[in-house]
């Protein structure tokens, strides 16, 4: 009996806190809003779900520098954004948890944003890499607030805002949101240490990465195995859009992690600051390109 009880107030307790998240999930829609922090296990669980979650779609991932990733002070981590599952390959090669910034569309299932609510995810809606409704200063004060609210925070931004599926990293498609949320932050900590971390993701597609297992799995008459598929809307010269399909084999990735950038030594123009990271960022993707 006195087992009974104890699972009949687990279960109770587990509802109560699960329509909690569900409700935050929900206000996720609204750019800026900020969840409650993640707790340790969450994160504990973000890790877990980061590692396993790229294994099982991307396969083996190859990081280069790792220790450019060990720095003391606060980080906006801001890699090059080219699939879905780029949240997962950073999540997995990085020392340290972190939370987001995420368009709300990508998360507005009710599963997937109560999970993100939970694990701490800023939404925001967003359209071809631009804030929609005005939501360009709520980001800016969200995402200032995080970095600010301990000496250690750390948070992930992709600033060009959307996919860019042929990964080059052009100036005009890197917004200016990410340089703007360090310099507001950088005007609340009085000098403390506060960093742009670039990272480059390139994906191997190459069949010769293939590993043992995806040639065991693939031999069993599983094709689609670690294969990417979603879809571009192209706008077409009458304003209309179609779906242009973008389907991908992964064999593995290469991450490498650029050196901290310094909020204080870049320049004060936000534009101007946010091409010097691309510009990193340039260099790291075609560091990693060369491990092809």
Wanted: proline share 5%; charged share 20%; hydrophobic share 45%.
């Amino acid at each position: 009996m006195v087992t009974s009880a104890i699972v009949i107030v687990l279960l109770a307790w587990f509802g109560w806190r699960l329509r909690y998240w569900y409700g935050e999930g929900r206000k996720l829609a609204q750019s800026g809003y900020m969840p409650p922090p993640s707790t340790k296990f969450a994160r504990l669980f973000l890790k877990g779900f980061c590692k396993v979650f790229t294994f099982l779609t991307v396969g083996p991932v190859k990081v280069i520098d790792a220790g450019n990733g060990q720095f003391t002070g606060r980080g906006l981590v801001l890699p090059n954004h080219q699939l879905a599952p780029d949240f997962a390959v950073i999540g997995s090669s990085l020392p340290f948890s972190f939370r987001q910034i995420a368009k709300y569309k990508e998360i507005q299932n009710p599963v997937l944003s109560t999970a993100a609510a939970w694990i701490g995810v800023v939404g925001v809606q967003v359209e071809n890499g631009k804030t929609q409704d005005n939501a360009g200063k709520a980001i800016v004060d969200a995402g200032a607030k995080i970095l600010v609210s301990s000496k250690g925070s750390r948070m992930l931004l992709f600033p060009q805002g959307k996919l860019v599926w042929d990964n080059v990293l052009r100036t005009e498609e890197y917004r200016t949101g990410a340089t703007r949320i360090m310099a507001q932050a950088a005007s609340l900590i009085d000098g403390q240490p506060l960093y742009a971390l670039p990272i480059a993701i390139h994906y191997l597609r190459d069949p010769r990465h293939k590993t043992w297992l995806h040639k065991l799995v693939n031999a069993v008459g599983i094709k689609g195995f670690r294969r990417y598929a979603d879809y571009e809307l192209v706008t077409n010269a009458d304003g209309t859009k179609t779906k242009k399909p973008r389907v991908f084999q992964q064999y593995g990735a290469v991450v490498v992690i650029g050196k901290p950038i310094s909020v204080y030594d870049l320049p004060a123009d936000p534009r101007a600051a946010i091409e010097v990271v691309r510009a990193a960022t340039d260099e790291l993707l075609a560091r990693a390109k060369s491990y092809e």
